[in-house]
């Protein structure tokens, strides 16, 4: 089975600064997705970025960044001149590319970012 | 376009009662997946359907189980309610992409 680790509870930041946020994941699949989500005190979970595995390039978004090294098994998220809206908590999920009984998102505990004026 | 609605946002419930929670997904997603984020544990995948079928379900006890409609909206059921459940329970709709509610607050008391 399928398991994601995020081995920072809680980070903190200073506004305007960079910040990398670090998941890992276990699988024996090649082909699979990778996400980050945020999660806001409003509780809603929303998308910041997705990487394909068999894309070898890192998926980018704005001043949303990741590290992908599929070898490792290692989906950092860097978070460049960061923002007060930016503090949140911060999941890492797996998908399995082929879905079939395996479509569901596997979650990560989470990474309480804070933010400092 | 109207994005996952869950309904109710908040819940109080007293243990041993049976409580239903309800989603509505984005119009053409055909499927939902439903999620437990108890504090402190991230969030536990619950049950997928797709087409009205389960698809998958977590390691949950049969006390939770649920059902999508032909319209693909999905019921949640939790029966014999216990203090450990309470919890935010999320739904997320899905065609090509994940898009998730902002959940229901259930408190058991």
């Known amino acids: 089975a399928q398991t994601v680790t995020q081995s920072q509870p809680e980070m903190s930041v200073q506004e305007a600064e960079t910040v990398t946020l670090s998941c890992t994941y276990d699988t024996s699949e090649s082909d699979y997705y990778l996400f980050w989500y945020k999660q806001p005190p409003s509780r809603q979970m929303i998308l910041v970025i997705r990487?394909?595995?068999?894309?070898?390039q890192n998926a980018t978004e704005n001043r949303f960044s990741v590290n992908f090294q599929k070898a490792a098994k290692s989906f950092s998220l860097k978070i460049s001149d960061s923002q007060l809206g930016d503090a949140a908590m911060y999941f890492c999920?797996?998908?399995?590319?082929?879905?079939?009984?395996?479509?569901?998102?596997?979650f990560g505990k989470g990474t309480k970012l804070s933010v400092k004026p | 376009e109207a994005g996952v609605t869950q309904s109710p946002t908040h819940l109080i419930k007293t243990r041993g009662q049976q409580v239903t929670l309800r989603c509505s997904p984005i119009s053409g997603h055909t499927s939902v997946y439903w999620y437990q984020q108890a504090l402190g544990l991230g969030l536990q995948f619950l049950l997928w359907?797709?087409?009205?079928?389960?698809?998958n379900r977590g390691n949950f006890p049969p006390r939770f189980s649920g059902r999508q409609f032909p319209n693909y909206s999905s019921e949640l059921n939790v029966n014999a309610l216990e203090l450990e459940d309470s919890a935010l329970y999320l739904c997320?709709?899905?065609?090509?992409?994940?898009?998730f509610g902002s959940g229901t607050r259930l408190t058991v008391v």
């Open positions: 359907y797709d087409e009205g079928e389960e698809r």
């Open positions: 990487q394909e595995a068999y894309k070898q």
């Open positions: 997320a709709s899905s065609r090509w992409g994940y898009t």
């Open positions: 999920a797996y998908r399995s590319y082929y879905g079939g009984s395996q479509g569901n998102l596997i």
